[in-house]
């Protein structure tokens, strides 16, 4: 039988348990975690994102989560283009040990199936999933828990983005990098654009180009020589000339090792970067000053 010293220790410990699992948004509430333990069974609670990226952890899912992807930003500031019309890329990418929930897109009050629960799905490495939205649009995530005996030890988290330079039907598909578009050669303009908008702009030659199975991808070995801008570092200093990094590209596209230095370019997509533009750096260089005389340059590239 418990003695009350025992319930009064039981009780603190569940007060801690609850107060320490209670609902948080990041400061910059680009994040939110919380848990099942502080939530009723049949709430919704409201969830509103205020980023372009960010991340959710639902512990012990109990109930559910609508989750408002609302950013701060204008929808022009997430991507080249016109954003005004054009649709926004939004991409998910849950945890590789997802569990205890289900997550669902909203769409005029119906629900379509972005992440099922572990029990249903094979084990392995998290896909990623996007859909579009329009501009101006506030796309809601809905995030169902699904009944277990035994809550502990499941976790739903995942990671999102939302772009305005990716291509994602209108319905739910894998990541949007992975569309035919990615193979095709940048004409001119492009290659001067991805210059000035790309989130890594590196000049270095390729070491070796690999295979990521789980991607679908192959992984250009870059060995950089000049690092021109990185939104996060992706060519570390190695105390060498050069500066080793990896650049991800649609396996379809059948890159292989070529001589030579090039300029890449490209997104960085739930911290891996992604190969947009690549031209030679010697015809970079030609198009480069052609758009410089011609005084059609859109912006200004410190050259060696």
Known sequence: MMQLSDFRNFALWISFLTGFTMASYSEDQCSWRGSGLSQAVKNVEQ?????????????????????????????????????????????????????GAQLYVERDGVLELLVGDETSEPSGPAHVRCFSAMPGERPALFLQATPHQ????RIAAFRYELRGDWTAQPSVNTDPI??????????????????????????????????????????????ATRVYRQKFVLFPESGRLTRLGEIRTPLQCGVRPGAGSFLFTGRVHFGEAWLGCAPRYKDFLKVYEQ??????????LVND
Request: hydrophobic residues 35%; glycine residues 8%.
């Open 47 to 99: 969830v509103w994102l205020r980023c372009v990226e960010g991340s959710v952890e639902w512990l012990y899912p109990a109930g559910a989560l609508r989750l408002t992807l609302s950013p701060r930003l204008p929808w022009s500031a997430m991507g080249p283009g016109d954003s005004s019309r054009s649709p926004v890329s939004a991409c998910i990418k849950p945890d590789q040990h997802w569990g």
């Open 150 to 153: 035994d809550i502990s030890r």
């Open 178 to 223: 992975g569309s035919e578009g990615a193979c095709r050669p940048c004409n001119n303009t492009e290659i001067l654009m991805a210059v000035c908008t790309s989130d890594f702009v590196v000049r270095g030659n390729i070491r070796s180009v690999d295979t990521d199975s789980n991607l679908k991808a192959a992984v250009i070995k870059v060995s």
């Open 291 to 300: 758009a410089k005389q011609s005084l059609t340059i859109p912006c200004t």
